[in-house]
């Protein structure tokens, strides 16, 4: 029987090998402050849309992960990961609570309603916990005036094992910094005992005195630079995602011609168009204008037009030797996600997450 599956060119290739450097990086710099410093890797959004069990195999070094889901943590027990695994916003009712003790999955917690669920719970075990402060993100978190209360409870509580105390910052990745947030976090946090996890990668990568017991990472291990308009390449991250495709069909445009839905843009000389299987239904962003970076075989240049939902264009005037076939990458190593993102008015957390489904995908041991 003839396959059906599909030969449309697009796929990503994700490279374990630059998770594992990326990793090394972020070990290697919490470390040269902290010696003690251990990494909890975050793969939440299905591994930031690399793939939870992917990312993983390429992180296995890692001391610990983050993910969003009951499910995701349990898929990865199943799968034997045995270090720390933490639920990033704890659980969401008190039925997660026996699956969590079960399985030996740290939770945060944030509200004194997951403490009321914690209290309420018979437990084959105590679960070790996170205690996030809310230090002006203002989003999760018991605010410095409430913190007390809620760790005296948590201590109280049989169902609650090791404690560690962490926050998350707001401007980690601004001008604005941590200095503030972090102040208040020490005075309130002093002269307790527990381990403390303060550092996302923004924060990693800027801020020494946020190098904690427990760091946690997420984009940089991804090859995406957490801060805007500074390079990935220049903390020397490598992108884990690459997302290519080809030339489906080449056009040849008069000035005066346009391409596209709303003939968005005008040649304004003769021009070479090549017509990329790739549009926003594979995840690449539709808001990205015309002169979004874009390489065609192996040479930069951008793009052109509206970005459609299977298609999108790429200005090929000045490489005659781009025709149907020709290779295209939408972003990788070449053309950073960063750069795409910038275009398209985002961030490349949201371009990486947002790789769709039917995009055929490659792993690179
Ligand atoms: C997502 C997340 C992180 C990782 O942030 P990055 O900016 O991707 O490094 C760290 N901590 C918490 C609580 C998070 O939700």
């Known amino acids: 029987m003839p396959s059906t599956r599909s030969q449309r ?3 990503a290739v994700i490279d374990l090998s630059a998770l594992r450097h990326n990793l090394a ?10 010696p003690q410093a251990k990494i909890l890797a975050v793969i939440k959004a299905n591994g930031y849309g690399h793939g939870l069990l992917r990312v993983a195999a390429g992180l296995s070094q890692a001391d610990g992960f983050g993910v969003l889901g009951l499910d995701e943590a349990v898929k990865l027990r199943e799968h034997g990961y045995a270090q720390t695994i933490l639920l990033l916003e704890g659980v969401f009712a008190p039925a997660e609570l026996l699956v969590a003790a079960q399985r030996h999955i740290s939770l945060v917690v944030h509200s004194s309603q997951q403490i009321d669920m914690l209290e309420s719970a018979s437990l084959p075990a105590p679960v070790s916990i996170f205690v996030k402060i809310n230090t002006g993100m203002n989003r999760l978190g018991f605010t410095p005036e409430n913190f007390s209360l809620a760790l005296q409870r948590l201590n109280a509580c049989h169902n609650v094992g090791q404690i560690t105390l962490m926050t998350h910052f707001a401007t980690a990745d601004e001008e604005e910094g941590i200095t503030a947030p972090l102040a208040l976090f020490s005075q309130i946090t002093q ?7 303060l550092a996302n990668s923004a924060a990693l990568l800027r801020y020494p005195a946020t190098h904690s017991d427990w760091v946690r990472p997420g984009i940089m291990l991804y090859g995406s630079s957490p801060v805007a308009g500074v390079a990935a390449a220049s903390f020397d991250l490598r992108p884990a995602m690459s997302f290519t495709s080809a030339l489906i069909a080449v056009q040849t445009l008069n000035a005066g011609d346009s391409v596209g839905y709303g003939k968005c843009f005008t040649a304004t000389r003769t021009s070479r168009v090549g017509i990329v299987a790739c549009g926003y239904a594979d995840g690449y962003p539709r808001h990205a204008p015309t002169g979004t970076p874009i390489a ?3 040479q930069l240049t951008q793009t052109l037009g509206r970005v459609s939902m299977d298609m999108l264009f790429a200005d090929i005037t000045e490489i005659p030797q781009a025709e149907i076939g020709c290779a295209v990458e939408l972003w990788g190593t070449q053309v950073p996600v960063d750069s795409v993102a910038q275009a398209a008015g985002t961030i490349g957390y949201e ?6 489904l039917r995009v055929p995908v490659e792993v690179l041991e």
């Open 25 to 34: 990086i972020a070990k290697q710099t919490a470390q040269s402050t902290n």
């Open 9 to 11: 060119p697009i796929h």
């Open 351 to 356: 371009l990486l997450c947002a790789l769709a």
């Open 296 to 298: 065609v075989a192996g």
């Open 191 to 197: 002269s307790l005992p527990y381990p403390i996890s």
